[in-house]
């Protein structure tokens, strides 16, 4: 099993779409939860972190199930700029900070 | 805002060469780390550095590998005798904790031919 898993993609919406992103990870020793967004052959950046009780940034909403070992991120309101690929990412207590990255979901917003 | 920066963006060496990867991290952080992302493939972790000493290393970061950190602001990461399959996009990252957001460089993309 994947130690983070997203959905596959490509998410192809119009404008003003709501999109959401699905990430499930498999060790239940993970302790912090972020979300990074990636342009193409740059470097990901990081968008928000994920807290337990939720948090919201804008048009920008994560959530965290750690029950379910399930992390989300919805986008209201998409805009074109928006488009780029939204990487899960999780780091494990007693790692040295080590993040690891699930493989991505593409989005893109189509006018 | 600080940034990460890394140099060269783009470098070019032939199979069995030394190569040295430089970053300088953001001023007041104490974490530093170096990841990797082959073309197509997820975003890998290499190494993480603390306090003058590697924290954790992945299976990739072999005999082959080593960082260090030989200033007060530079970070750098050397592959001594690179192979093909060392061809990727080498991102530096720091944060001010751990764990903690870290915030990466814009990469140094990687050609062995």
């Known amino acids: 099993r994947k130690e983070v898993e997203q959905d596959p993609g490509p998410f192809n919406v119009p404008e003003g779409a709501t999109v959401a992103f699905n990430c499930t990870y498999s060790?239940?020793?993970?302790?912090?939860f972020f979300w990074y967004r990636q342009d193409c052959r740059k470097e990901p950046k990081l968008l928000m972190s994920v807290y337990s009780s939720g948090n919201e940034d804008g048009r920008f909403t994560a959530q965290l199930n750690r029950a379910s070992q399930y992390i989300s991120l919805l986008i209201r309101d998409s805009k074109l700029s928006d488009s780029a690929t939204y990487l899960c990412?999780?780091?494990?207590?007693?790692?040295?900070?080590?993040?690891?990255f699930g493989q991505g979901t593409e989005l893109s917003v189509k006018p | 805002e600080p940034e990460v920066t890394q140099t060269p963006s783009h470098q070019v060496t032939q199979m069995g060469q030394e190569v040295i990867l430089r970053c300088v991290p953001i001023?007041?952080?104490?974490?530093f780390y170096w990841y990797r992302q082959i073309l197509g493939q997820k975003v890998e972790f290499l190494v993480s550095f603390y306090n003058n000493e590697i924290s954790e290393k992945s299976e990739i970061f072999d005999d082959q590998f080593s960082v260090e950190r030989p200033d007060g602001s530079n970070f750098t990461l050397k592959i001594r005798s690179t192979k093909l399959e060392d061809s990727a996009m080498y991102f530096c990252?720091?944060?001010?904790?751990?764990?903690?957001?870290?915030?990466f460089g814009p990469g140094t993309r990687l050609t062995v031919t």
């Open positions: 990412v999780v780091n494990i207590v007693g790692q040295g900070g080590k993040l690891i």
């Open positions: 990252a720091s944060s001010q904790d751990s764990p903690s957001e870290q915030y």
């Open positions: 001023s007041n952080h104490l974490y």
């Open positions: 060790n239940s020793a993970s302790q912090s």
